[in-house]
């Protein structure tokens, strides 16, 4: 297990994860943000896009072990608000 401090779609997180955990999963079941999507579980498909530091990842290719702490991820749930939505 490893600590890592990460701030997703603007709010401080501080989590104790599995080093090899993908941060697709740390994002659906830690965080309980479902909008990030698992296809393919190979980082092909594009359904795990999320947006850490500036750049598009696939996060279920992404290891927790490779985050940096005091990543910025932004899933699909930070787009936007409800009185202002993106229009993606």
């Given at each position: 297990?490893i600590?890592?401090q990460i701030?997703?779609n603007g709010i401080?997180?501080?989590l104790?994860v599995d080093?090899e ?16 999507k ?5 980082g ?20 927790m ?15 936007g ?5 993106h229009?993606?």
């Open positions: 297990m600590k890592k701030v997703v401080a997180r501080n104790v080093a955990e993908t941060l697709a999963n740390v994002i659906r079941e830690s965080l309980g943000l479902t909008g990030t698992v296809g393919c579980g190979e092909q498909c594009g359904a795990c896009s999320v947006i850490m530091d500036g750049k598009v990842i696939r996060s279920c290719a992404t290891k072990k490779r985050v940096p702490d005091g990543a910025e991820i932004i899933t699909i749930e930070g787009i608000t409800p009185a202002n939505p229009p993606l």
